[in-house]
T-cell receptor
Framework: EDKVVQSPLSLVVHEGDTVTLNCSYE??????LLWYKQEKKAPTFLFML????IEKKSGRLSSILDKKELFSILNITATQTGDSAIYLC???????????FGTGTRLTVIP | ETGVTQSPTHLIKTRGQQVTLRCSSQ?????VSWYQQALGQGPQFIFQ???????GRGNFPPRFSGLQFPNYSSELNVNALELDDSALYLC?????????????FGPGTRLTVT
C-alpha cells in the first residue's frame, strides 16, 4: 500500500531558526514528490522533485529528494512568523493521476 | 489566490442526510480532483473527473459520487452522511489529468456532520 510519512508532526521554533522537515515514502511507480504549504485551507504548491540529488530552491526554502532512500527534506532558513503553516508532502504515482499525501508537519514560528 | 472556487464555505448536516458540494475550476482547466481532509490529516484523494467522465477513484465508498459539467465545474455528492465524513473537502483543477503537480486547489468546504 502506498504510504507517505512526515516528521515531525509538529514543530515550534523562534523567528530566525532553521528547520528541516522530513518526508519518507513508499509508492508504486513513483513519478514525483511535491511539497505544499497549507495556511488556512487551500494548499499552495512549493516544489516538485523528480530527480535525486538536485536541490530546488525558492528564497529561504529549499528541498531535495533521495530516490534511493525514498525520502525528501524541506529546509526553511531564517524562519519568519509568516512561515507558520502545515507543510504537506505528496507523492504522485502512475495510475489514477492523483496525489498521495502525508499527514503534514505543523510549523509554528514564534516571534 | 487561485481561480478555483468552492461553495458553500461551511456546512452542517445531520447523520443520514445527503450533501452536495460545488467546485468551479480555474478557467481553461478540464480536470477536477476532489480530496477529503480530516482534522489533523493530509488530503485523501476521492476521485477525479476529466471532460465529464470519472478518471480515477480513491478508496471511498459508492455513496461518494460526482459530476462534471460541460463548463468543467463539478459537484461532489455524499449520501447517507456519517460522523466520520466531517472534514474539509478540497477540489483541485488542472489543465490535464497527467498534470497532478499543476493542480490548483480551491479554499475548500468545511463539512460538519452531527
Amino acid at each position: 500500500e502506498d504510504k507517505v510519512v512526515q516528521s515531525p508532526l509538529s514543530l515550534v521554533v523562534h523567528e530566525g531558526d532553521t528547520v528541516t522537515l522530513n518526508c519518507s515514502y513508499e509508492v508504486t511507480n513513483f513519478r514525483s514528490l511535491l511539497w505544499y504549504k497549507q495556511e488556512k485551507k487551500a494548499p499552495t504548491f512549493l516544489f516538485m522533485l523528480t530527480s535525486s540529488g538536485i536541490e530546488k530552491k525558492s528564497g529561504r526554502l529549499s528541498s531535495i529528494l533521495d530516490k534511493k532512500e525514498l525520502f525528501s527534506i524541506l529546509n526553511i532558513t531564517a524562519t519568519q512568523t509568516g512561515d507558520s503553516a502545515i507543510y504537506l508532502c505528496a507523492v504522485e504515482g502512475t495510475g489514477a493521476n492523483n496525489l498521495f499525501f502525508g499527514t503534514g508537519t505543523r510549523l509554528t514560528v514564534i516571534p | 489566490e487561485t481561480g478555483v472556487t468552492q461553495s458553500p464555505t461551511h456546512l452542517i448536516k445531520t447523520r443520514g442526510q445527503q450533501v452536495t458540494l460545488r467546485c468551479s475550476s480555474q478557467s481553461g482547466h478540464n480536470t477536477v480532483s476532489w480530496y477529503q481532509q480530516a482534522l489533523g490529516q493530509g488530503p485523501q484523494f476521492i476521485f477525479q473527473y476529466y471532460r465529464e467522465e470519472e478518471n480515477g477513484r480513491g478508496n471511498f465508498p459508492p455513496r461518494f459520487s460526482g459530476l462534471q459539467f460541460p463548463n468543467y465545474s463539478s459537484e461532489l455528492n455524499v449520501n447517507a452522511l456519517e460522523l466520520d465524513d466531517s472534514a474539509l473537502y478540497l477540489c483541485a483543477s488542472s489543465l490535464d489529468p497527467g498534470l497532478a503537480y499543476e493542480q490548483y486547489f480551491g479554499p475548500g468546504t468545511r463539512l460538519t456532520v452531527t
